[in-house]
């Protein structure tokens, strides 16, 4: 692989994390409850850290950077319904559009890595999976923290559902 390319792909990379950084930087600011805007605020956060450590990589080997893939991918966001432009900007309508963010991300470097014949691009697309699967799982914790409030609440006021019945 010439230089020229690697660091066109970086580049691009780069400016998808950046554009995920104004995307939760929004969400956050549109936000109601406290909560999801701090979750949102700290995604932003991290993807701007993402792009820095992007901006590293075309200076060092990508040796230097290794993220671990989570031990178990929960499938929560693939099993969510992606709310409508039309459905509420409520605290769970968000976490689902942040969840599906994320798994968009994971399949589009998954397409990427698959396409690439380079292996050191193929390891940097695998690094990008790791990072995206690792947020990915941040908001489905979030998700079934959310989903376990809404639960308990409703029990307290003797309506009784399910987790299952939530999802």
Partial sequence: MNESTYIQTIDSFI???????RFYQ?????AQSERIKKILHKMALEEAGHALMLEELKKKPISDFVFTSPEADMGLAESTERPKSSDSFNAENILKIAMKREEDAVNFY???????KDPVLKDICQQMINMELQHKNKLENEYLDFLIEVRTILSSRNINIT?????
């Fill in 15 to 21: 400016q998808k994390e950046k554009d995920a950084e």
């Fill in 26 to 30: 929004k969400l956050s600011d549109n």
């Fill in 163 to 167: 987790l299952k019945d939530l999802l």
């Fill in 110 to 116: 998954r397409d990427l890595k698959q396409q690439q």
